[in-house]
């Protein structure tokens, strides 16, 4: 049996749009025996929230646990690590950290700091967030994603935050997101071999892909990229595209 890692935002859907296709591929696939796991980045809803949000887009069934997403990733990596943690980012991801039993405290008595999304970013918060990395504080980050899309165009992401703190420190902040190395080792800690990713970002999707080894697909629904695209196997313009292929090598 093959495995694929697809991508949501901008493969799968863009908003609250479902790509044109998508359920016909994912229905053809599932008849050829080819298994699908859900990877993104989002870590503004909670797994079961986004789980809610493709169950209603495709009107079928999907596994809660094949829906994998920087949660996941601190949830079996890290929460059981800490004892509490400093959460720079909505309510919505304070809430499911709390699910996890890490208890979330103030920046200076916290043993860890995971950087989230802000609808609107505290310029005193991210200073207080430097100088407590600077005297050594454990620092991660959900991803480094600079913009998301929506059907209302590209929004700003949580990697500008990122990458202003990493500027400053001249470090490289850990990231749970895709483009990061536990993300990949989430599949390979639980003997999950990926054959095929599929994706519509040359700096998360196709750079994961290169750490599991699989072959890669980049479409053209979703971000314009800043990387070389030629970093993909194969370059086509939606996720229906990728059926015959995969369905040819499996
Ligand atoms: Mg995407």
Not at 8 to 13: H, S
Not at 14 to 29: S, Y
Not at 150 to 168: C, F, H, L, R
Request: glycine letters at 6%.
């Amino acid at each position: 049996m093959k495995t694929i890692a697809t991508d949501l935002d901008g493969t799968l859907f863009k908003g609250e749009t479902l790509i044109d296709g998508v359920r016909e591929a994912i229905l053809e696939l599932r008849e050829n025996n080819i298994e699908i796991y859900f990877t993104t980045n989002n870590s503004s809803q909670s797994p079961s929230e986004i789980r809610e949000k493709l169950v209603s887009l495709l009107n079928l069934e999907i596994d809660i646990n094949k829906i994998i997403t920087p949660l996941i990733i601190f949830k079996d990596q890290i929460s059981k690590k800490l004892n509490n943690i400093y959460i720079y980012g909505s309510d919505e991801l304070k809430k499911y950290i709390e699910t996890l039993n890490v208890k979330i405290v103030n920046l200076s008595i916290s043993d860890a700091i995971l950087i989230g999304r802000k609808e609107i970013n505290n310029e005193i918060e991210i200073k207080n967030i430097i100088s407590q990395v600077q005297n050594g504080k454990q620092i991660y980050c959900l991803n480094k994603d600079l913009t998301y899309p929506t059907e209302y165009g590209e929004q700003p992401g949580n990697g500008a935050v990122v990458k202003i703190i990493e500027d400053e420190l001249s470090i490289n902040i850990q990231s749970l997101g895709k483009s990061g190395e536990m993300y990949p080792s989430y599949f390979k800690i639980n003997n999950i071999t990926i054959n095929f990713v599929i994706g519509d970002r040359v700096d998360t999707d196709i750079i994961f892909s290169k750490y599991l080894n699989a072959t890669s697909f980049l479409v053209s629904s979703g971000v314009d990229n800043y990387l070389d695209k030629s970093l993909a196997d194969y370059q086509l313009t939606n996720f229906s595209d990728i059926v015959p292929l995969v369905v040819e090598n499996s």
